[in-house]
């Protein structure tokens, strides 16, 4: 759980009562409610270095209060080698560990996980900002352990030892996921698969080979040998025989044409789960990319989908209609154009019937991620019929003040709205007086807001965080960057120098 301790500052409620409260959270979805960690701008490097969310004050506490700690899954915390080092030698039936977006640890971290957890089950490192030093920890863990069931290493750069790997995958008979980094070659990934037949989510290295017949004809045996396979994350790998339920491509994705995504959409007529990334989005020799055609075709294949991340480098407003209409079941719809502000290229008008498409036909949709040029019409859109909304992502959008109101009175459900780049402003910040408190949070950068804004805020919702972190040299009346959230813990009274608390108590 993420909760800051009486250790950091007291909390308005005694520990007996948080404790008992937070036992019977068991949806993550109620325990993310709860929690404290860092915006998901911090991803963007939005976030100054020293926010906060440390953990090694909880693992202090956790040592002495539940020593019988078995997980611990964390996103966009800062964790040290010390920390993990500190979590393995002191937590002796520890299984789970679980890191995502976090940063501040090294492979010599992981090298202690392996050395000092023998009851191990899950070792996930997703998307962390870590030095990655060798890959050598590997060969840390001991020949006679056998109880890993999930093992992520995609983000690592360095060689693995793979001898070191095989042996591992081979000793775990209960091996389910397994993601690899790009430094394993197609052969040694073959090898893994024969080791691995229990697998259901595979992630691979990075490859884009010339098959010869054999070669393919081997690699499609030890796939078919992996019956309960239903999760495949690929980089830059056509996939050509694949039965999946969800599918993460990155890499070259320039090479995956319009044939590639109709073999996917032909091929996976199950596929669920759809995230397709740039190799470099700020790569400007690529100058095409992935375009419209790839999900229009893919969509006419696969049904299912109801998850979709999708960056692109143009679309049109018919192509999402098409998309939306193959597929009504979406839950969450995240399109990035990746140029900013980008009209449908082949009208040049907005994308504001795109938008308008996903929310009137997905009925069903919780999250939300809007690109390209979009007026104030597309808000107007998502308050009118996105119902059931939880998130919504917005950047380089917007008219006026009205389109972020038009989202706040319209979306009863929402819960996170995170804004960067948008002409809102105060008028747009103040009409969600009556909103805040039911919402988990609101991120506002590079937007209007100034300081007496938020002030105001702050004094008209007194149980509300409000943090402005301010840049070097910007204007003193203007906030450059805004976070609103609930806690249970109340403001922060250690917010490092570059953020202001602003409290009305």
């Not at 149980?463 to 249970?488: I, P």
Request: charged share 20%; aromatic share 10%.
């Amino acid at each position: 759980m993420k909760r800051e301790f009486p250790a950091t500052r007291s909390s308005p409620f005694p520990d007996e009562v948080l404790e008992r409260v937070l036992s019977l959270l068991q949806s993550p979805k109620d325990r993310s409610a709860v929690s404290l960690g860092k915006p998901r701008f911090s991803d963007f490097n939005l976030v100054p270095e020293n926010w906060g969310a440390d953990v090694h004050p909880w693992l202090v506490v956790f040592a002495t209060k539940y020593p019988f700690l078995e997980e611990l899954r964390l996103k966009r915390m800062v964790v040290s080698d010390e920390s993990l080092e500190f979590l393995a030698v002191n937590f002796p039936n520890f299984k789970v560990l679980s890191l995502f977006s976090c940063d501040g640890f090294s492979t010599d971290g992981l090298a202690a996980i392996a050395t000092h957890c023998k009851s191990l089950t899950q070792l996930d490192i997703q998307e962390n900002g870590i030095d990655d030093k060798s890959g050598g920890w590997l060969s840390c863990f001991p020949e006679n352990f056998t109880s890993l069931e999930v093992l992520n290493f995609a983000n690592l750069n360095t060689d693995v030892n793979f001898d070191a790997l095989e042996k591992l995958v081979s000793r775990c008979k209960s091996l389910k996921v397994l993601k690899v980094n790009k430094s394993v070659s197609l052969e040694n990934l073959q090898r893994l698969l024969v080791c691995a037949p229990r697998l259901t989510e595979l992630g691979t290295g990075s490859f884009m080979p010339e098959l010869t017949g054999r070669q393919y004809a081997e690699l499609e045996t030890a796939f078919n040998q992996c019956k309960n396979l239903n999760t495949l994350s690929v980089l830059n790998l056509l996939v050509f025989f694949v039965n999946v339920h969800a599918l993460n491509a990155s890499g070259s994705w320039t090479r995956w044409g319009t044939k590639g995504w109709r073999l996917l959409g032909s091929n996976c007529p199950l596929l669920e789960e759809l995230r397709v990334f740039p190799a470099d989005p700020f790569d400007e020799e690529i100058i095409h990319g992935v375009t419209e055609a790839g999900l229009v075709a893919v969509s006419y294949g696969c049904r299912r989908l109801h998850y979709v991340l999708y960056f692109c480098r143009q679309m049109t407003n018919a192509a999402v209609a098409t998309i939306v209409q193959n597929c009504p079941d979406f839950t969450h719809f995240r399109l990035c154009i990746m140029n900013p502000g980008q009209p449908d290229y082949l009208t040049n008008e907005p994308m504001d019937e795109a938008f308008g498409a996903v929310v009137r036909t997905c009925t069903k949709l919780q999250r939300l991620s809007v690109s390209g040029l979009l007026t104030d019409l597309t808000f107007k859109y998502i308050g009118q019929y996105a119902k059931n909304l939880e998130t919504l992502s917005v950047a380089f959008a917007g008219s006026s003040d009205r389109g972020m109101q038009c989202v706040l009175e319209g979306c009863t459900k929402l819960r996170k709205l995170e804004i960067r780049d948008c002409p809102f402003g105060n008028v747009a910040l103040l009409s969600g007086l009556e909103k805040y408190e039911s919402m988990r949070s609101l991120w506002m950068s590079a937007c209007n807001v100034t300081m007496n804004g938020c002030r105001l805020l702050a004094r008209e919702m007194p149980r509300l965080n409000v943090e402005v972190m301010k840049e070097d040299g910007s204007d003193d009346t203007q906030a450059d960057k805004v976070y609103v959230y609930r806690s249970v813990a109340g403001p922060r009274r250690d917010a490092p120098p570059c953020v202001l608390t602003l409290s009305g108590l």
